[in-house]
């Protein structure tokens, strides 16, 4: 119950093309979901997170989408560019404990 | 702004022996965590410190211990170590707990076991 399943497992898209992962969690107790983009060889950076009382939140190019009634989250990636090429991972975590749980990571490729 | 600096970035032991890495916070942070990430089991928190506290342990065996000094550094400490303690140790710090403060993690210290 305290998963949280992440999809696909690779993504390639094309620039300037929608890039889409999805998340799945099971525990309604989680109460904030972060998104992280990691590069190789540096650890995780922050991206952009929601809470469950909102249904969409964006920053520039990144949206998250927040389905309460499936659990389910997502990142859309609108004019996806060749910098955005990084491994993508979606988290979960409870109110009353901020350890991150993390899905299984989504490896991004865009190409030219 | 100097970020999370975690030492050493890598580091080769022997099954068996002890190993002790060491993160040091962005300036003003006093809560640092620590997570294991592997290619076959992801990113998983082992436990977070905040003023010298624990405040969360992970489900990780007993030999994975840690502390945090008054300056806020922390280390983390592995004994008796196994084949499958081989990953990234992460680090990650900020200015206090709750989800209004996000992390900002290290580059992390890749430890192998041979």
């Known amino acids: 119950q305290q998963q949280v399943k992440q999809s696909p497992q690779s993504l390639i898209v094309q620039k300037g093309g929608i890039s889409i992962i999805n998340c799945a969690y099971e525990?309604?107790?989680?109460?904030?979901f972060p998104w992280y983009q990691q590069f190789p060889g540096k650890g995780p950076a922050l991206l952009i997170a929601?809470?469950?009382?909102?249904s969409e939140k964006k920053e520039g190019r990144f949206t998250i989408s927040f389905n309460k009634s499936a659990k389910q989250f997502s990142l859309h990636i609108m004019d996806s560019q060749p910098g955005d090429s990084a491994t993508y991972f979606c988290?979960?975590?409870?109110?009353?404990?901020?350890?991150?749980?993390f899905g299984t990571g989504t490896r991004l490729q865009v190409f030219p | 702004k100097a970020g999370v600096t975690q030492t050493p970035r890598y580091l080769i032991k022997t099954r068996g022996q002890q190993v002790t890495l060491s993160c040091s916070p962005i300036?003003?942070?006093?809560?640092v965590s620590w997570y294991q990430q592997t290619p076959g089991q992801g990113l998983q928190f082992l436990f977070e410190?905040?003023?010298?506290?624990?405040?969360n342990k992970g489900n990780f065996p007993g030999r994975f211990s840690g502390r945090q000094f008054s300056n806020s550094r922390s280390e983390m400490n592995v004994s008796t170590l196994e084949l499958g303690d081989s990953a990234l140790y992460l680090c990650?710090?900020?200015?206090?707990?709750?989800?209004?403060?996000?992390?900002?993690f290290g580059s992390g210290t890749r430890l192998t076991v041979v």
């Open positions: 990650a710090s900020r200015t206090g707990t709750g989800h209004n403060y996000g992390y900002t």
């Open positions: 525990n309604t107790a989680f109460d904030y």
């Open positions: 929601i809470r469950p009382d909102v």
């Open positions: 988290a979960a975590s409870f109110r009353d404990t901020d350890k991150l749980i």
């Open positions: 300036s003003g942070h006093r809560s």
């Open positions: 410190y905040f003023s010298e506290t624990q405040r």
